[in-house]
């Protein structure tokens, strides 16, 4: 069978079409398209969610189409649509519920909610080495940072997560202050490559907590003190200096949390994912001490670590696959803004 997925959450339009077979263990990618509108909110500083709405609109049947077109797939083929039912902006959520719904309804097939966070969190099973269950899950996105213990499609047991900001806002935040722009993650990194790490002693914090939560709020503050000590003329040399001790106090946290959360349930496989997980110093990091520790590392293609139309179509699949999936067909749909990811567990 076929899943159309369609990703609305925040700030790129995704779809994509999955094909399930009995004998395949994972589902497969037919295609996938993707817009970003990047480019329309960095004159913001950030997503203005009304104009993301707007643009979902706009986008979302071309990309339906080029999607069917890619993989040489019409309407009639799709036998399921999958959509992103929340955590996200919640006008965003609605234009692919919306269109998910109504395509449905058209078609007469069944239409299937999926949250964005398990999209994420399942997107390593796309890439060229698949990972087993059980793992332990480091979720770093623009909104959340999370560890969970993930026993299989649907099995979440939340390890611990941010008391304030999440990785990505760290990121977004600092770049801000120093006026890299909008999104601040990619832009901050690629500074970072020029600078010192040990130039600035930024905060850790609750790296030696005894729990696995994480706090950013403060870095972001220390950040700004630094950028404040250094005057208005700060040197281009400076700047990179502190992109790079930003970035570094960033990954170290996420490092350390993620080993003790292995340390702690004793598992041997950890599955990356979220936007941060693009950040090159945190992948070979956590390579380099896994390794030491004969503990597997999974990530997303890199092209899937930010929010796109495959993951969604492929958590739907895996539910599918499990019985889990929950299919509608009243397409009376209700989007969930806030939406916890451990409220999914079955168990
Ligand atoms: O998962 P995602 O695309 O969207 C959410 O669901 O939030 O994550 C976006 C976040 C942003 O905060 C962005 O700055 C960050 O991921 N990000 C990065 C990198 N690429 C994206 N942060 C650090 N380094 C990167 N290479
Ligand atoms: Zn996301």
């Known amino acids: 069978m076929n899943i159309l997925g369609v990703e609305s959450s925040c700030d790129e339009t995704g779809v994509a079409l999955v094909q399930l077979e009995p004998g395949l263990a994972v589902p497969r990618l037919r295609a996938q398209a993707l817009h970003s509108q990047v480019d329309m909110h960095q004159d913001y500083g950030g997503v ?19 999607v069917l077109a890619d993989a040489g797939a019409t309407l009639a083929d799709v036998d399921a649509v999958a959509f992103t039912q929340g955590p996200g902006l919640a006008g965003a959520l609605l234009v692919g519920a919306g269109v998910a719904c109504a395509l449905g309804a058209a078609l007469a097939r069944p239409v299937v909610g999926v949250h964005h966070l398990e999209g994420h969190l399942l997107s390593p099973f796309l890439s060229a080495d698949p ?8 979720l770093v996105s623009g909104g959340h940072t999370q560890l969970m213990r993930v026993d299989d499609v649907g099995s979440y047991e939340l390890l611990g997560e941010t008391i304030d900001d999440a990785a990505g806002e760290a990121f977004d935040k600092s770049a801000k202050l120093m006026g890299l722009g909008y999104p601040g993650g990619p832009a901050l ?36 003190t630094q950028l404040h000590k250094l005057g208005s003329n700060v040197c281009e040399q400076d700047r990179a200096h502190l992109a790079a001790s930003t970035q570094q106090a960033i990954v170290d946290v996420l490092c350390a949390k993620s ?14 994912a979220g936007g941060v997980g693009a950040n090159a ?21 890199l092209a899937l670590c930010t929010d796109n139309g495959a993951m969604i179509a492929l958590a739907a699949a895996m539910r599918w696959q499990r019985g889990l999936a929950r299919p509608r067909r009243d397409y009376a749909f209700n989007v969930m803004p806030r939406w916890p990811l451990q409220s999914l567990s079955v168990s």
């Open 131 to 138: 990972p087993e269950f059980p793992f332990v899950a480091l």
């Open 281 to 301: 110093r945190l992948r070979g990091q956590l390579d380099a001490e896994c390794k030491k520790r004969q503990v597997r590392v999974h990530y997303p293609e």
């Open 189 to 224: 990194a690629r500074l970072a490559e020029f600078g010192d790490a040990d130039t600035f002693a930024l905060p850790r914090p609750l790296l030696h907590s005894a729990n696995l939560d994480f706090s950013f709020a403060g870095l972001k503050t220390a950040v700004r």
């Open 48 to 66: 203005v969610p009304e104009l993301a709405s707007r643009d979902h609109i706009r986008r979302v049947l071309p990309l339906t189409r080029r």
């Open 259 to 272: 080993l003790a959360a292995l340390k702690q349930t004793q598992l041997k496989r950890l599955v990356v």
